[in-house]
């Protein structure tokens, strides 16, 4: 029965795709009468020159003129003709055989309007908008005007005047469509994909899930249904931002661009329908935080209800008061639909290991292989979240070995080694054959696509003062260096390199990319001077995706401003929309995340990194602190690539500030309650060991700052040698850490307190004056470098962070060793 419901389900949807959504309108031409005025695709924003129709210059006539050569198409009164343009009829008719952009045709037929014959048409095509869904046009400044739509190309050829409504003229075009089999192909898939999910959802592992989490937060729950039900409604279909790929979906152009699976998933959401293209986004932002109730639900089982209810608001609060969050979930931008997919996998990943945790074995083997591909997922979208699939195969190989005694390791090794095989596949799949079933070139796209980050190397080096000659040349191959300077990397990568990319143009690709990496590995200090600044705008980027439509329309509307292309896209394809309904609910939301957006910016990093701390001081957390160690890795090479600004490249870092919270309280309560019994003694001692050093590091911080002060004071009295000032101000600094960290952190013994200071504070001279050494070499090789401006607190300032870290270590281990030191002699 459940194989036939399957079965039956996946007939049902994909009958429907293939007699609906797997067909094509071919090029259509519209052919006016009247030569004034303009005609555009209707849109939300107020029309402008992208979306005006392209008419050829052509003539019009009141009467019918016919060349006498046989017509591409006849339909009832009205013909279509190409004529040669050297041919007879060219000749003495040279203004209707004006060139357009398919050559030159003539339209010439009668009604009961009157006689027409002209030559001025217009193309679109499935690039500019949807023509399956493209039902009306706007005439202005032309009240005599007639509009003709032509398709002489398609399963049926139409040549047909389009009925006038007020400024508005109707057609229809879906009688032309023709049989797509790429799209034939997908539906089949999504067909399979949709059915799956179906079934799943009615599952009763998932069925229970939800009755659970009704169960134990009715109030959380609803809240979170009725803010997503009302802001989805206000934003239908979605925020846009960015969004190019649709055209390529629409018409079917093949392309990698951002990712071949980002095209994938296009060409599903086109089957489906537009309209539908940020459902997926909406839902997992969701199902994450659902997912997170259940979390902190598991760790506060044997807590006070008042302790739950907090918990549960705090996760609230933290998930829909993020503006990053709201964002990826509701604002269409490539971007942001792989952050809500790792994040799902994320937050299933943690809610699989509370399970186990609480020694709920129950589905494991199935929430193992959803994570792993989930997080399989992620990658094949961006490369950068390899590491997330990777953690997620190591973590639950750890977990099945750590169980084994009640898990079956041999059976979910299986399991978890077919989900990490199936999207290795994947991976081959979309990036062998579906390059070659749509005839494309990848290798001419792979160089052109990682010269993208190469030109935003190479600035730096090509814009100082004195330009690296061989960079400058190397580049200066495809146009003029002066453009990189003035315009920017990404600005010179599409408006300079990328026309002129082609076969023959990959080793000069090549070769820029060679050099220029030759001479960041020879002189790497602008490289990482530019990258530091890189990193520093991108962090103090604003969240400005949030951005009300009505409002951008008023701001058109009164003074003309202008409207991104980017914007103007989805606009063409009729997926900006007015819902007058909930217009001022949805200028409201909107502000309200934009404001806050531009408020918190990226600074949600300082969240990550002091959350972090705290959860593991705390209590036996390990898992939080590993994803937020991830996700501060990841920021290392996509600072490096960066082409330009854009605070969604980094845009995990604080998606992740809302999830760190609950999960990290919820980790550190169920650690707490079972005392570090599901880990193992030696991992429990490493997690310890983590503790006290992050503990130790949290008290060194303000004796790091006292330290600073002291050496800043001192030293500008410019009377005080460096060294001596340094010496001074970390002998005092490191002599109150250690009196703290003896018996608070260490857990130190109690006699010979005296013996004790007097040896750490011996290491400590040698430390600080091993350190005072290096610090003036460190000055001068930072001043010598040009890696600090001409400021010499800077240099000192810069010097001194470089000589922390080893000190901190080598200082744990010390005032560990000594505070637990017990001396052979006996007290009297």
């Not at 009247?34 to 008419?55: H, I």
């Not at 739509?149 to 047909?160: A, L, P």
């Not at 600080?768 to 070499?777: D, K, R, V, W």
Request: glycine share 6%.
């Amino acid at each position: 029965m459940k194989l036939l419901a399957h079965l039956s389900l996946f007939a049902i949807l994909l009958g429907f795709f293939v007699a609906y959504r797997c067909w094509t309108i071919p090029d259509t031409f519209i052919f006016r009468t009247a030569m004034t005025g303009s005609v555009y695709l209707p849109t939300f924003f107020p029309p402008g020159a992208g979306e005006r129709l392209d008419f050829n210059t052509g003539d019009t006539a009141p009467s019918l003129i016919r060349p006498d050569t046989p017509p591409l198409a006849r339909v009832g009164d009205y013909a279509v003709y190409s004529p040669a343009p050297t041919s007879v009829f060219c000749s003495e008719h040279k203004t209707l055989c004006s060139q357009g952009s398919n050559g030159i045709f003539i339209l010439s037929g009668s009604s009961r309007d009157g006689q027409i014959t002209s030559s001025s048409y217009a193309r679109i095509d499935e690039n500019r908008t949807s023509l399956a869904h493209l039902r009306k046009l706007l005439n202005t400044g032309a009240p005599s005007q007639r509009l003709f739509v032509v398709s002489v190309s398609g399963g049926k050829k139409i040549v047909e005047e389009m009925v006038r409504d007020g400024d508005y003229f109707r057609l229809n075009l879906n009688k032309s469509r023709v049989f797509s089999k790429s799209l034939l192909y997908y539906a089949v898939v999504l067909s399979f994909l949709l059915t799956e999910a179906f079934f799943l959802l009615l599952s009763a592992p998932v069925r229970g899930f939800f009755h659970r989490l009704h169960n134990s937060n009715p109030y959380a729950t609803t809240v979170l249904v009725i803010w997503w039900t009302v802001f989805y409604a206000c934003v239908f279909p979605s925020l846009f931002a960015h969004d190019t790929l649709i055209r390529a979906a629409n018409a079917q152009a093949y392309t990698d661009w951002y990712s071949v699976l980002y095209f994938v998933y296009t060409s599903f959401v086109r089957i489906i329908g537009f309209e539908w293209i940020q459902l997926l986004p909406a839902v997992l932002g969701l199902l994450s935080a659902f997912l997170l109730l259940r979390c902190g639900d598991m760790a506060t089982s044997a807590c006070p209800v008042w302790q739950k209810r907090l918990l549960s608001f705090l996760t609230v609060i933290s998930f829909i008061g993020n503006p990053a969050v709201v964002v990826s979930m509701f604002s269409q931008q490539r971007y942001f639909l792989v952050i809500t997919v790792a994040f799902f996998a994320v937050s299933l990943m943690f809610y699989t290991y509370f399970k186990l945790t609480n020694r709920d074995y129950s589905n494991f083997y199935r929430l193992m292989s959803g994570v792993v591909i989930t997080a399989g997922v992620a990658w094949l979208f961006r490369p950068e979240y390899f590491a997330l699939y990777t953690i997620a195969i190591v973590l639950f190989t750890f977990l099945l070995f750590r169980e084994r005694k009640i898990l079956r390791p041999l059976r979910g090794m299986a399991a978890l080694l077919v989900s990490a095989c199936l999207i290795l596949a994947l991976k081959q799949f979309i990036d062998r054959a579906l390059p070659y079933h749509y005839g494309f070139d990848s290798q001419l796209s792979k160089a052109s696509y990682t010269t993208v980050s190469v030109v935003a190397m190479a600035d730096p080096y090509v814009c100082a003062s004195t330009p690296e000659p061989r960079i400058s040349n190397a580049m200066g191959h495809f146009g003029p260096v002066k453009r990189l300077c003035a315009e920017g990397p990404e600005a010179f990568w599409w408006q300079v390199l990328t026309p002129q990319a082609n076969r023959q143009s990959i080793p000069a690709l090549g070769e820029m990319r060679r050099i220029t990496l030759d001479d960041i590995k020879r002189d790497p200090m602008p490289f990482l001077r530019y990258r530091a600044k890189t990193g520093y705008d991108l962090l103090n980027d604003d969240i400005w995706q949030m951005e009300s439509p009505y409002d951008r329309r008023d701001e058109v509307r009164k003074f003309n401003a202008y409207v991104s292309d980017h914007i103007r896209v989805p606009d063409q394809f009729g997926l900006v929309r007015d819902h007058p309904l909930t217009r001022g609910v949805a200028r409201d939301f909107t502000r309200f995340y934009h404001w806050e957006g531009k408020k918190i910016g990226i600074r949600g990093l300082s969240v990550v990194v002091v959350v972090t701390f705290l959860v593991v001081a705390t209590g036996w957390t390990w898992l939080t602190p590993l994803f937020s160690l991830l996700f501060l890795a990841m920021v290392v090479p996509v600072v490096m690539a960066s082409p330009t600004i854009n605070w969604a490249y980094i845009a995990f870092l604080p998606v992740w500030g809302a999830f760190v919270l609950p999960l990290g309280i919820s980790e550190a309560l169920i650690a707490r309650k079972q005392k570090g019994r599901f880990l193992s003694s030696h991992f429990a001692n490493v997690i310890g060991t983590i503790q006290n050093f992050i503990r130790f590091a949290a008290l060194s911080g303000g004796g790091w700052i006292l330290d600073l002060t002291t050496l800043l004071l001192i030293s500008n009295t410019g009377r005080v040698p460096t060294v001596l000032a340094n010496i001074i101000s970390s002998s005092l600094a490191s002599s109150v850490v250690f009196m703290m960290a003896r018996r608070r952190i260490h857990d130190g013994q109690n006699d010979g307190i005296f013996i004790r200071t007097m040896i750490y504070m011996s290491y400590t001279g040698l430390s600080i004056g091993l350190a005072s050494l290096a610090i003036p070499g460190l000055v001068s090789y930072i001043n010598s470098a040009g890696i600090s401006d001409s400021n010499p607190k800077d240099a000192l300032v810069l010097a001194k962070v470089l000589v922390t870290p080893p000190q901190l270590i080598c200082n744990y281990l010390m005032s560990r060793c000594v505070a637990r030191w017990i001396f052979s002699y006996r007290r009297v």
